[in-house]
C-alpha cells in the first residue's frame, strides 16, 4: 500500500464512518484495490458462482449454458460445497471495552471481523460467527448465501463488551460444536489463563481445523504509559481497584507482558497456529495480513 491509502485502513478514520457496513466495506476494497494495484499472486479476489472443471467431476454437474457463453467447462458450486468455512469467534468481554486512543479493542475487533467476514464471503467461501464472553452469546454457522453479511453485521452491531472472560471453556465447547472441518479465526486480547486457551485452540487443531489467532491490545496495555499515581479498575469486576504509581512497575509490568506474549506465540507455532499480535492503534491492512497469507 501507498501512503495515500493509509486512510482506508487508520482505525480512527474507520471508527467515525456511520455504520459496520461502511467500515468493512472500505477495508475490503482498500485491500482489493492495492492487491489489483501489484498483481498479487496466489490470491483470488474475484466472486465467482462456479469453478473449472477438473478431471474426475461428475457430468451432471457442468453448467452447460456456461459452455456455450465461454466455451469452457464449469462445474456448479452449491453452499455446502464452498471451498472454505471460516468461524469467525469474537471475544466479547467486559475486558474488550478498554481504549486509551480513541477506539477499544472491541471496536476494532468488530471492524477487523466485519471485514473478514466481507472478505471471505466475497470470495464465495462461507463465514460464520459466534460472539462470547464467559459463554457463548450467539451462533452464527457458516454459509456463503448472498446477503448473508447483514445478518453478520447485524449481529455485531447489537453485542456490547460485558461480562467476565472465560476463553478456554467457551473455546472447547465452541470446538465441540463445529461438526466440519474449516477455518477457526479468534479475535480477543486472551486475558484469562493461557493454558486453559491453548487447550481450546489445540482441540481446533486436533479435530483437524486451521486456526489464525488475533491478540488485540491497547498499546497502553503493552507499553503502561502512565505517569503519577493511578487508579486501576477491572473492566470485569468493578470491585477490584489498585492505586499504583506506573513509574515503580513498569519495567516488571512489561516484562510479565511480553513473557506471555511470547509463551503465546511459541505454543501457537509448536502446533501449527498462525498467531498475530495487533494493537489497536495498527492500520487494518497489516491486521489482515496474517489471513491474506494463510489464504494464499
Known amino acids: 500500500m501507498t501512503n495515500g491509502d493509509k486512510s482506508y485502513f487508520d482505525p480512527l478514520v474507520l471508527a467515525r464512518l456511520s455504520n459496520l457496513y461502511l467500515r468493512a466495506r472500505w477495508v475490503v476494497e482498500g485491500i482489493m484495490s492495492g492487491i489489483h494495484r501489484s498483481r498479487s499472486k496466489g490470491f483470488s479476489v474475484e466472486f465467482e458462482e462456479h469453478r473449472e472443471y477438473s478431471p474426475g467431476d461428475e457430468i451432471r454437474r457442468v453448467d452447460w449454458k456456461a459452455l456455450g457463453k ?46 473478514l467476514a466481507h472478505l471471505i464471503l466475497r470470495q464465495q467461501d462461507a463465514a460464520g460467527l459466534v460472539s462470547f464472553s464467559s459463554s457463548i452469546d450467539s451462533f452464527i454457522p457458516p454459509k456463503a448465501r448472498r446477503g448473508y453479511l447483514i445478518e453478520i453485521l447485524r449481529e455485531l452491531e447489537a453485542r456490547k463488551p460485558a461480562g467476565e472472560t472465560n476463553v478456554g471453556k467457551v473455546l472447547q465447547e465452541i470446538a465441540g460444536k463445529i461438526r466440519r472441518r474449516g477455518l477457526v479465526i479468534l479475535v480477543s486480547d486472551l486475558l484469562d489463563h493461557p493454558e486453559e486457551i491453548l487447550k481450546g485452540l489445540r482441540l481446533f487443531r486436533f479435530k483437524g481445523n486451521d486456526v489464525i489467532v ?61 498467531y498475530q499480535l495487533i494493537s489497536t492503534s495498527t492500520p487494518l491492512d497489516q491486521a489482515l495480513v496474517s489471513y491474506l497469507s494463510w489464504r494464499g
Do not use: W
Open 214 to 274: 488475533f491478540h488485540l491490545l491497547d498499546n497502553a496495555e503493552l507499553e503502561l504509559p502512565f505517569d503519577g499515581n493511578i487508579l486501576f479498575e477491572d473492566l470485569e469486576q468493578a470491585d477490584v481497584r489498585i492505586v499504583a504509581d506506573p513509574r515503580t512497575i513498569r519495567k516488571a509490568y512489561k516484562a510479565v507482558v511480553e513473557e506471555f506474549i511470547d509463551h503465546m506465540r511459541k505454543e501457537c507455532r509448536q502446533n501449527t497456529i498462525d
Open 70 to 115: 465461454f466455451d469452457k467447462y464449469f462445474i456448479k458450486e452449491y453452499e455446502d460445497e464452498t471451498n472454505l468455512r471460516a468461524y469467525l469467534l469474537l471475544d466479547t468481554s467486559g475486558s474488550m471495552d478498554y481504549s486509551s486512543n480513541g477506539i477499544s479493542k472491541f471496536e476494532y475487533g468488530c471492524i477487523l471481523t466485519a471485514s
